[in-house]
């Protein structure tokens, strides 16, 4: 059956002002740093938050787990205001339409269940996976692997779809077709680019 594996965070739903917010939050509360957040936008598009903050803190698995619990706590604060990307929901009903089951991957802890429901886009997805299930995080393939061994899934017929870099390199980890949805210059290998969710029916 032919399959595709979202990113959520910035694919599908606008979630990055709550994440740039608490990012920078936190970041000062616990360790008095302050970064703009024009600054942490791009470093979370470039690489992830948690790659920000580890970097930030000399990678000390104390002060990153430190960082994440007040993270969380702000970051939840904006849970309601999250809302679809546009097209999101018309995308998702087309590629419904035409036959694919459809998965959440996502390094959002268990939130995402919540938040999905909420944006009553649960029902498109076969299974929702969060790294916060025990997954080790993207770009390694253990997440697509994990639903490749339990859907018995067909590469071949494979979309990862993403906005950012590291989940193109997920997708090309299993030689995946992939997506990328992001009007930006980049300088690595990906399938095809789009600049919104309104262009996805023109390519599958």
Same mark, same amino acid.
Request: charged content about 20%; hydrophobic content about 40%; overall charge neutral.
């Given at each position: 059956m032919r399959s595709i594996v979202w990113d959520f965070d910035g694919t599908l739903a606008n979630s990055y002002p709550g994440i740039v917010?608490? #990012?920078?939050?936190?970041?000062k509360e616990n360790f008095d740093i302050n970064i703009s957040k024009d600054t942490i936008y791009k470093e979370a598009l470039k690489t992830s938050v948690r790659k920000l903050a580890g970097d930030l803190v000399n990678g000390d698995e104390d002060k990153i787990k430190l960082f994440y619990k007040s993270y969380k706590l702000y970051e939840k604060a904006y849970h309601d205001q999250i809302k679809l990307m546009p097209h999101a929901k018309i995308a998702?009903?087309?590629c419904k339409v035409q036959g694919y089951q459809q998965f959440i991957v996502t390094h959002r802890d268990t939130s995402i269940f919540q938040i999905a429901k909420n944006l009553e886009i649960s029902d498109y997805f076969t299974e929702i996976v969060s790294a916060e299930d025990g997954?080790?995080?993207k770009p390694d393939p253990e997440m697509l692997n994990y639903l490749i061994s339990k859907y018995s899934i067909d590469? #071949?017929?494979?979309?990862?779809i993403g906005d950012r870099k590291i989940d193109i390199d997920f997708g090309n980890t299993v030689n995946a077709k992939t997506i990328l949805i992001n009007n930006s210059d980049i300088d690595f290998k990906v399938n095809y680019q789009i600049a919104n969710l309104k262009e996805l029916n023109n390519l599958i």
């Open positions: 917010v608490a #990012t920078q939050k936190s970041l998702l009903e087309y997954h080790v995080r590469t #071949t017929d494979l979309w990862v």
